[in-house]
Protein backbone atom coordinates (compact mmCIF):
# COMPACT_ATOMS: atom_id res chain seq x y z
CA UNK A 1 0.00 0.00 0.00
CA UNK A 2 1.04 3.60 -0.77
CA UNK A 3 1.50 6.71 2.10
CA UNK A 4 2.30 10.20 1.87
CA UNK A 5 3.53 11.56 4.72
CA UNK A 6 3.84 15.53 5.52
CA UNK A 7 5.89 15.98 9.09
CA UNK A 8 4.70 20.22 9.23
CA UNK A 9 1.60 19.55 10.32
CA UNK A 10 1.77 24.15 10.01
CA UNK A 11 3.87 27.03 8.42
CA UNK A 12 3.56 30.56 8.66
CA UNK A 13 5.91 32.59 6.88
CA UNK A 14 6.42 36.50 5.99
CA UNK A 15 5.18 37.61 2.42
CA UNK A 16 7.79 37.65 -0.44
CA UNK A 17 9.92 35.10 1.59
CA UNK A 18 10.44 31.49 0.37
CA UNK A 19 8.91 28.52 2.30
CA UNK A 20 9.49 24.89 1.42
CA UNK A 21 6.69 21.90 2.47
CA UNK A 22 8.20 18.46 2.79
CA UNK A 23 6.92 14.94 1.92
CA UNK A 24 7.69 11.85 1.86
CA UNK A 25 6.15 8.71 0.25
CA UNK A 26 6.09 5.33 0.42
CA UNK A 27 5.36 2.55 -2.52
CA UNK A 28 7.23 -0.34 -4.04
CA UNK A 29 5.96 0.69 -7.76
CA UNK A 30 7.96 2.44 -10.14
CA UNK A 31 5.33 4.17 -12.33
CA UNK A 32 3.14 6.76 -10.82
CA UNK A 33 2.76 10.60 -10.56
CA UNK A 34 2.99 13.32 -7.35
CA UNK A 35 0.73 15.94 -7.02
CA UNK A 36 0.63 19.03 -4.97
CA UNK A 37 -2.88 20.41 -3.98
CA UNK A 38 -4.24 23.60 -2.26
CA UNK A 39 -7.13 24.03 -0.75
CA UNK A 40 -7.88 27.38 0.57
CA UNK A 41 -10.67 28.21 2.78
CA UNK A 42 -13.37 27.80 0.15
CA UNK A 43 -12.59 24.03 0.12
CA UNK A 44 -12.10 23.73 -3.57
CA UNK A 45 -9.08 21.55 -4.09
CA UNK A 46 -7.00 23.40 -6.70
CA UNK A 47 -3.96 21.32 -8.10
CA UNK A 48 -0.83 23.33 -7.97
CA UNK A 49 2.48 21.53 -9.31
CA UNK A 50 2.29 17.81 -10.60
CA UNK A 51 5.33 15.32 -11.66
CA UNK A 52 5.73 12.10 -13.35
CA UNK A 53 8.07 9.79 -11.67
CA UNK A 54 9.94 8.90 -14.71
CA UNK A 55 10.73 12.43 -15.02
CA UNK A 56 14.28 13.36 -13.57
CA UNK A 57 13.61 17.06 -14.17
CA UNK A 58 11.69 19.28 -11.34
CA UNK A 59 8.19 20.59 -12.78
CA UNK A 60 7.96 24.24 -11.94
CA UNK A 61 5.08 26.07 -12.24
CA UNK A 62 5.76 30.14 -12.09
CA UNK A 63 6.45 30.69 -8.28
CA UNK A 64 6.01 26.85 -7.63
CA UNK A 65 8.63 24.62 -7.89
CA UNK A 66 9.53 20.70 -6.21
CA UNK A 67 12.81 18.90 -5.10
CA UNK A 68 11.91 15.14 -6.25
CA UNK A 69 14.13 12.67 -5.05
CA UNK A 70 12.82 9.69 -6.25
CA UNK A 71 15.54 7.22 -4.73
CA UNK A 72 14.82 9.11 -1.72
CA UNK A 73 10.83 8.95 -1.72
CA UNK A 74 11.08 12.74 -1.10
CA UNK A 75 8.52 15.36 -2.79
CA UNK A 76 9.07 18.88 -1.14
CA UNK A 77 6.95 22.10 -2.72
CA UNK A 78 8.98 25.33 -2.95
CA UNK A 79 6.88 28.46 -2.78
CA UNK A 80 8.70 31.94 -3.67
CA UNK A 81 8.04 35.42 -3.51
CA UNK A 82 5.01 33.91 -1.13
CA UNK A 83 1.72 35.86 -1.53
CA UNK A 84 -1.34 36.51 0.75
CA UNK A 85 -3.02 34.37 -1.43
CA UNK A 86 -0.93 31.54 -1.22
CA UNK A 87 -2.70 31.01 2.37
CA UNK A 88 -3.72 27.83 2.79
CA UNK A 89 -3.80 23.83 3.55
CA UNK A 90 -1.47 22.17 1.12
CA UNK A 91 -1.75 18.36 0.62
CA UNK A 92 1.08 16.11 -1.33
CA UNK A 93 -0.51 13.47 -3.13
CA UNK A 94 -0.03 9.87 -4.78
CA UNK A 95 -1.03 8.42 -7.97
CA UNK A 96 -0.34 5.14 -9.54
CA UNK A 97 -0.39 4.66 -13.28
CA UNK A 98 -2.46 1.09 -13.19
CA UNK A 99 -5.12 0.15 -12.00
CA UNK A 100 -8.03 2.77 -9.86
CA UNK A 101 -6.82 6.05 -10.27
CA UNK A 102 -7.09 6.88 -6.60
CA UNK A 103 -4.93 9.52 -5.32
CA UNK A 104 -3.54 9.14 -2.02
CA UNK A 105 -2.94 12.17 0.13
CA UNK A 106 -0.56 13.03 3.06
CA UNK A 107 -2.28 14.86 6.30
CA UNK A 108 -1.53 18.34 4.86
CA UNK A 109 0.23 21.36 5.94
CA UNK A 110 -1.50 24.63 6.79
CA UNK A 111 0.39 27.59 5.37
CA UNK A 112 -0.26 30.87 6.54
CA UNK A 113 1.53 33.68 4.67
CA UNK A 114 1.70 37.14 6.69
CA UNK A 115 1.92 40.87 5.87
CA UNK B 1 -15.82 24.81 -19.81
CA UNK B 2 -17.86 23.90 -16.86
CA UNK B 3 -16.62 22.76 -14.06
CA UNK B 4 -17.07 20.43 -11.39
CA UNK B 5 -20.21 21.15 -9.67
CA UNK B 6 -21.68 19.38 -6.10
CA UNK B 7 -25.06 19.50 -4.79
CA UNK B 8 -25.70 20.38 -2.44
CA UNK B 9 -23.37 22.59 -0.50
CA UNK B 10 -24.05 21.96 3.51
CA UNK B 11 -26.35 18.86 4.67
CA UNK B 12 -27.78 18.18 8.21
CA UNK B 13 -28.79 14.36 8.74
CA UNK B 14 -29.68 12.16 12.01
CA UNK B 15 -27.63 8.93 12.83
CA UNK B 16 -29.71 5.93 10.84
CA UNK B 17 -30.83 8.46 7.88
CA UNK B 18 -29.19 7.68 4.50
CA UNK B 19 -28.10 10.72 2.13
CA UNK B 20 -27.87 10.93 -1.23
CA UNK B 21 -24.89 13.53 -2.57
CA UNK B 22 -24.65 14.65 -6.54
CA UNK B 23 -21.56 15.59 -8.59
CA UNK B 24 -21.42 16.84 -11.95
CA UNK B 25 -18.25 15.70 -13.99
CA UNK B 26 -16.16 18.48 -16.04
CA UNK B 27 -17.09 18.48 -19.85
CA UNK B 28 -15.40 15.83 -21.33
CA UNK B 29 -14.70 13.73 -18.40
CA UNK B 30 -16.13 10.16 -18.13
CA UNK B 31 -14.20 9.09 -14.76
CA UNK B 32 -15.85 10.64 -11.32
CA UNK B 33 -13.68 9.88 -8.13
CA UNK B 34 -15.29 10.29 -4.58
CA UNK B 35 -13.47 11.39 -1.33
CA UNK B 36 -14.16 11.78 1.90
CA UNK B 37 -12.66 14.67 3.96
CA UNK B 38 -13.19 14.44 8.11
CA UNK B 39 -11.67 17.68 9.38
CA UNK B 40 -8.55 18.32 9.61
CA UNK B 41 -7.17 15.31 7.58
CA UNK B 42 -6.36 14.56 4.11
CA UNK B 43 -9.09 13.16 1.67
CA UNK B 44 -8.96 9.28 1.64
CA UNK B 45 -10.66 7.88 -1.63
CA UNK B 46 -14.10 5.81 -1.20
CA UNK B 47 -14.57 5.07 -4.76
CA UNK B 48 -14.03 5.60 -8.37
CA UNK B 49 -16.76 5.17 -11.39
CA UNK B 50 -15.75 4.67 -15.19
CA UNK B 51 -18.49 4.54 -18.22
CA UNK B 52 -20.68 3.70 -15.32
CA UNK B 53 -19.03 0.95 -13.67
CA UNK B 54 -17.42 0.69 -10.35
CA UNK B 55 -13.66 1.01 -11.32
CA UNK B 56 -12.23 1.05 -7.80
CA UNK B 57 -12.78 1.28 -4.27
CA UNK B 58 -11.64 2.31 -0.61
CA UNK B 59 -11.85 0.92 2.69
CA UNK B 60 -15.35 1.92 3.24
CA UNK B 61 -18.45 -0.22 4.46
CA UNK B 62 -20.77 -1.48 1.85
CA UNK B 63 -23.22 1.02 3.14
CA UNK B 64 -21.04 3.36 0.85
CA UNK B 65 -22.29 3.23 -2.89
CA UNK B 66 -22.54 4.83 -5.78
CA UNK B 67 -23.89 5.38 -9.23
CA UNK B 68 -22.68 6.82 -12.81
CA UNK B 69 -25.59 7.92 -15.43
CA UNK B 70 -24.83 8.26 -18.76
CA UNK B 71 -23.77 11.30 -19.01
CA UNK B 72 -21.12 11.02 -16.27
CA UNK B 73 -22.56 12.26 -13.79
CA UNK B 74 -22.44 10.63 -10.61
CA UNK B 75 -24.19 9.77 -7.17
CA UNK B 76 -22.66 9.02 -3.65
CA UNK B 77 -25.01 7.44 -1.04
CA UNK B 78 -24.56 6.21 2.11
CA UNK B 79 -26.90 4.62 4.44
CA UNK B 80 -27.71 4.04 7.91
CA UNK B 81 -25.48 7.06 8.38
CA UNK B 82 -22.63 7.23 12.26
CA UNK B 83 -21.17 10.27 13.66
CA UNK B 84 -18.15 9.40 11.64
CA UNK B 85 -19.43 10.06 8.27
CA UNK B 86 -19.83 13.74 9.44
CA UNK B 87 -17.12 15.13 7.15
CA UNK B 88 -16.43 16.80 3.36
CA UNK B 89 -17.39 14.84 0.41
CA UNK B 90 -15.39 15.75 -2.50
CA UNK B 91 -15.97 14.63 -6.29
CA UNK B 92 -13.59 14.77 -8.72
CA UNK B 93 -13.43 14.31 -12.33
CA UNK B 94 -10.73 13.25 -14.78
CA UNK B 95 -10.02 11.74 -18.18
CA UNK B 96 -10.16 7.49 -18.88
CA UNK B 97 -8.17 6.33 -16.53
CA UNK B 98 -4.47 5.98 -17.70
CA UNK B 99 -4.93 9.55 -19.83
CA UNK B 100 -3.50 12.27 -18.17
CA UNK B 101 -4.43 11.43 -14.80
CA UNK B 102 -5.40 15.02 -13.34
CA UNK B 103 -8.66 14.96 -11.45
CA UNK B 104 -10.61 18.40 -11.02
CA UNK B 105 -12.29 18.57 -8.25
CA UNK B 106 -15.82 20.09 -7.11
CA UNK B 107 -16.28 22.87 -3.92
CA UNK B 108 -17.19 19.46 -1.87
CA UNK B 109 -20.55 18.61 0.06
CA UNK B 110 -20.43 19.42 4.07
CA UNK B 111 -21.79 16.43 5.44
CA UNK B 112 -22.57 16.86 9.56
CA UNK B 113 -24.61 13.58 11.05
CA UNK B 114 -26.35 14.33 14.79
Known amino acids: AQTVTQSQPEMSVQEAETVTLSCTYD???????LFWYKQPPSRQMILVIRQEAYKQQNATENRFSVNFQKAAKSFSLKISDSQLGDTAMYFCAFLLIQGAQKLVFGQGTRLTINP | ETGVTQSPTHLIKTRGQQVTLRCSSQ?????VSWYQQALGQGPQFIFQYYREEENGRGNFPPRFSGLQFPNYSSELNVNALELDDSALYLC?????????????FGPGTRLTVL
Open chain 1, 27 to 33: TSENNYY
Open chain 2, 92 to 104: ASSLAPGQHNEQF
Open chain 2, 27 to 31: SGHNT
